[in-house]
């Protein structure tokens, strides 16, 4: 089974960057779709961009579009969220699963995926 750790998360202020790293590991097939999902307190967790690795078709929520950029390295089997301009409402905690992905939509993780401990992002001055 598909297992994902992320990194990368910490304390940043608002206009500030960080890029989020997800190592994937498990996988039986040289190909797989991975999304970020973000959870804030007192919110449920919600999805942020997915990716597939083999034709490099992305997906975006609204909330990410034109300040994340989400990016896979093959070779190092890494996927990449680079978050640009954060803004307090990023503030949350994220983690990657593996996904449906497609340029519109996006389906979550099965519903016994095990996910990882995550990544803590703060955004504040």
């Known amino acids: 089974q598909v297992q994902t750790v992320e990194s990368g998360g910490g304390l940043v202020q608002p206009g500030g960057s960080l890029r989020l790293s997800c190592v994937v590991s498990?996988?039986?097939?040289?190909?797989?779709?991975i999304g970020w999902f973000r959870q804030a307190p007192g919110k449920e967790r919600e999805g942020v961009s997915c990716?597939?690795?083999?034709?490099?078709?992305?997906y975006y929520a609204d909330s990410a579009k034109g300040r994340f950029t989400i990016s896979v390295d093959n070779g190092k089997n890494t996927v990449y969220l680079q978050m640009n301009n954060l803004k307090s409402e990023d503030t949350g905690l994220y983690y990657c699963?593996?996904?449906?992905?497609?340029?519109?939509?996006?389906?979550?993780?099965?519903?016994?995926?095990?996910w990882g401990q995550g990544t803590q992002v703060t955004v504040s001055s």
């Open positions: 498990g996988s039986t097939s040289a190909y797989y779709k």
């Open positions: 990716i597939s690795n083999y034709d490099g078709i992305t």
């Open positions: 699963a593996p996904v449906g992905c497609w340029t519109h939509y996006y389906t979550n993780p099965r519903p016994d995926y095990r």
